[in-house]
């Protein structure tokens, strides 16, 4: 018998499901649809390399690792944790916001740990937004800002990032914007979403950056979200908004252990904020988890006291990498700047090629690599391809070695 059956509905007994509206405006993330087209690939014998996604290949630090296998032995601790997190767990974050960011935060009150960033974006949009709100999204930024405000039926306003200004926000344009919102009386903007050291571009962050979204933040009513998981990654200047006065009575920063401490999944970030809004997060936050498991979380606060030398040691592989990265770059046609820091390499291509997502599938399905069109990011990114440097140097020479090869060819 012959089956008809629209991909967005379901027969159930007779009767047609629909899914919510929400479900409507997003689509499933890119990476998702990308790396099972590359299983399938790879099934087939392809043997893609993939320098697409951002997730760390080096393990975290031995001691944190002991204190894990130490921890899960015992027999009291696999149970329902607080939703605050354990005590050591949140003074190993103040200590490590004191110590590198020069920032004093209250463990009980100012600090609540997170199960990834993703999860934090999500929390922090529920809590502060209502449908209809205004929310600045940085166009090229991480989709997850974008696509999480539609979910939660706020309107994504997005905010260029231009490679002439460094990949910092235009701030006459941000005034602009919150202008034309105010004459067409749509709701007001309530929040922003920042993201320094930058994903995609490796644009660093600066004191006179932070100062001026803080201010922006003050004058409007806006509460900025800086998302800040890179400052450790090929970076000498690790810095926080929460630097600036004033920054904690309107901020909000989110870190994450995934890439400073190699941890991706283990799932252990945070958020940091003054006690209201770490309040009202953790409103939404003790309604949708139960917590992270115990010895995960004493690993993580062992984590959090490595010394410089833990992040030089990472920088060193990284920045070896980075060589190679910039190699392929450049077997591509793409420029770049040399100042990027964080674990990818952001390149524009040549005024030659059609866009960034006809050269990373020519890429993909003539050299078996993988990487990743600047489209994903936003319009502002359509232009440029990004390389992850989570691999090891003889798979980034073998993907240099495919790349070459493809250029004398003509992509």
């Known amino acids: 018998m012959k089956k008809e059956n629209k991909a967005s509905d379901a027969i159930m007994n007779g009767c047609r499901i629909v899914p919510a509206g929400r479900v409507g405006c997003v689509e499933e993330y890119y990476f998702s649809r990308k790396l099972k087209e590359i299983a399938g690939m790879n099934v087939a014998g392809k043997d893609v390399i993939n320098l697409g996604v951002g997730s760390p290949d080096m393990p975290p630090s031995g001691q944190a690792v002991d204190v894990f296998c130490r921890e899960v032995k015992k027999d009291d601790v696999h149970g329902y944790q607080p939703y605050t997190g354990i005590p050591a767990l949140r003074e190993g974050f103040a200590g490590w916001y004191r110590r590198w960011y020069g920032v004093n935060l209250d463990p009980e009150r100012e600090i609540q740990p997170l199960i990834g960033s993703k999860e934090g974006i999500l929390h922090i949009s529920l809590a502060f937004l209502n449908p209809g709100d205004g929310v600045l999204t940085p166009n090229p930024g ?192 793409c420029t770049y700047d040399g100042k990027q820091v964080g674990m990818f390499l952001w390149g524009r291509i040549s005024g030659e090629a059609e866009s960034g997502e006809a050269l990373a599938d020519a890429v993909l399905y003539k050299a078996n690599v993988f990487i990743t069109p600047g489209f994903v990011f936003g319009s502002a990114g359509e232009r440029y391809v990004r390389l992850s440097l989570c691999c090891k140097n003889h798979t980034l020479e073998k993907a240099l070695e495919r790349v070459s090869v493809l250029k004398t060819g003509n992509i």
């Open 142 to 333: 991480y989709p997850a800002y974008t696509s999480v405000s539609k979910l939660v039926g706020a309107d994504a306003v997005s905010y260029k990032l231009d490679e002439n200004n460094g990949w910092y926000p235009d701030f006459n344009e941000l005034e602009r914007l919150l202008a034309e919102r105010r004459k067409t009386g749509k709701p007001a903007v309530r929040l922003m979403w920042t993201n320094y050291p930058n994903m995609p571009t490796g644009a660093d962050s600066s004191a006179d950056l932070y100062e001026r979204l803080v201010d922006f933040a003050h004058r409007h009513g806006i509460v900025v979200c800086n998302d800040n998981p890179y400052s450790f990654i090929l970076n000498e200047h690790p810095r926080s908004i929460l630097s600036v006065p004033g920054a904690k009575d309107i901020c909000i920063e989110m870190n994450s252990m995934s890439k400073s401490h190699n941890m991706p999944g283990w799932r252990m970030a945070m958020l940091a904020s003054n006690e209201r809004f770490v309040q009202w997060i953790l409103k939404v936050k003790s309604n949708v988890d139960s917590g992270q498991f115990r010895p995960m979380q004493s690993a993580a606060a062992e984590a959090l006291g490595a010394g410089k030398e833990w992040y030089d040691g990472m920088n060193a592989v990284y920045r070896s990498r980075r060589a190679l990265a910039g190699r392929i770059m450049e077997a591509l046609g």
